[in-house]
């Protein structure tokens, strides 16, 4: 008998302990992920994006990659894609345009209330052909803030520290609501004078995420890609690790003034 119970507490225990090591993805992906690593190497900004998950069947996502040889340029801003999970595996299907469509297929390692770490597996197709598939392990951290509504407004810039990009320290932007903004620059009698050779000058912010881009009348599109560190009261604050020539990373930084 007395072995009967113990054979009994033994299979209890394991199974209690099988329970615990099973992720609950379904309930735990809910919320915003912003990508922080591939193959545990630390994402550049401009490859960043970020799902919002808001059921395990129906999620959003915004990137903006330019850098792919192999496939077009992506503008996602919190465009609507599919989910399918089935345990720790969930698939994400997405159609960045009419002949685009991206599936990622990602086996969850591990999930907590701040990161999920999954190995991956991406595939491109355009046209119905494969344009490239890559795979490999990723690393999400949770956004617990958006800037979207924060970062409305005409901002002028105060300082710029890192290596300098299109953006400079000369530089007054307004974001309006639309996914449009404006640039401003000091011209040379010191004063501040609107752009007005662009075609167009959009932007998107999702969670910490700002992409922007912007095309001057009869030149190729440009694009920048920043993370809003913070916003608080007229102050903004933009950092963004860059990748030099030779390999290596760099911090840029950016600090903001809110302007009438």
Same mark, same amino acid.
């Given at each position: 008998?007395?072995?009967?119970?113990?054979?009994?507490?033994?299979?209890?225990?394991?199974?209690? @302990?099988?329970?615990?090591?099973?992720?609950?993805?379904?309930?735990?992906?809910?919320?915003?992920?912003?990508?922080?690593?591939?193959?545990?190497?630390?994402?550049?900004?401009?490859?960043?994006?970020?799902?919002?998950?808001?059921?395990?069947?129906?999620?959003?996502? @915004?990137?903006?990659?330019?850098?792919?040889?192999?496939?077009?340029?992506?503008?996602?801003?919190?465009?609507?894609?599919?989910?399918?999970?089935?345990?720790?595996?969930?698939?994400?299907? @997405?159609?960045?345009?009419?002949?685009?469509?991206?599936?990622?297929?990602?086996?969850?390692?591990?999930?907590? @209330?701040?990161?999920?770490?999954?190995?991956?597996?991406?595939?491109?197709?355009?046209?119905?052909?494969?344009?490239?598939?890559?795979?490999?392990?990723?690393?999400?951290?949770?956004?617990?803030?958006?800037?979207?509504?924060?970062?409305?407004?005409?901002?002028?810039?105060?300082?710029?520290?890192?290596?300098?990009?299109?953006?400079?320290?000369?530089?007054?932007?307004?974001?309006?609501?639309?996914?449009?903004?404006?640039?401003?620059?000091?011209?040379?009698?010191?004063?501040?004078?609107?752009?007005?050779?662009?075609?167009?000058?959009?932007?998107?912010?999702?969670?910490?995420?700002?992409?922007?881009?912007?095309?001057?009348?009869?030149?190729?599109?440009?694009?920048?890609?920043?993370?809003?560190?913070?916003?608080?009261?007229?102050?903004?604050?933009?950092?963004?690790?860059?990748?030099?020539?030779?390999?290596?990373?760099?911090?840029?930084?950016?600090?903001?003034?809110?302007?009438?």
């Amino acid at each position: 008998m007395k072995k009967a119970l113990v054979l009994l507490a033994i299979v209890a225990i394991a199974f209690t @302990s099988c329970k615990k090591d099973v992720i609950n993805l379904k309930e735990k992906i809910i919320g915003k992920w912003m990508l922080a690593e591939i193959n545990e190497r630390a994402v550049t900004t401009n490859d960043k994006m970020v799902y919002t998950f808001v059921s395990p069947t129906k999620a959003y996502m @915004s990137a903006s990659f330019t850098n792919n040889p192999n496939a077009s340029a992506v503008w996602s801003d919190k465009t609507e894609v599919d989910v399918a999970i089935s345990g720790n595996k969930m698939t994400v299907t @997405s159609h960045p345009d009419e002949n685009m469509t991206t599936v990622d297929e990602l086996t969850v390692t591990a999930i907590n @209330s701040s990161e999920f770490k999954a190995d991956y597996k991406v595939t491109v197709t355009e046209g119905g052909n494969v344009a490239y598939s890559r795979q490999g392990t990723m690393r999400f951290t949770k956004l617990n803030v958006d800037y979207s509504d924060a970062i409305l407004g005409k901002w002028e810039c105060t300082e710029l520290t890192g290596i300098e990009t299109f953006n400079d320290a000369n530089a007054r932007l307004e974001f309006y609501g639309d996914g449009n903004y404006n640039y401003w620059y000091k011209n040379s009698n010191n004063e501040w004078e609107a752009v007005t050779n662009r075609e167009y000058q959009n932007y998107f912010v999702d969670g910490k995420l700002l992409a922007t881009r912007w095309k001057n009348i009869g030149e190729t599109e440009l694009r920048e890609w920043w993370e809003v560190t913070s916003i608080k009261g007229n102050q903004m604050v933009w950092t963004a690790l860059r990748q030099n020539e030779d390999g290596t990373t760099a911090r840029q930084g950016m600090k903001w003034v809110k302007v009438n």
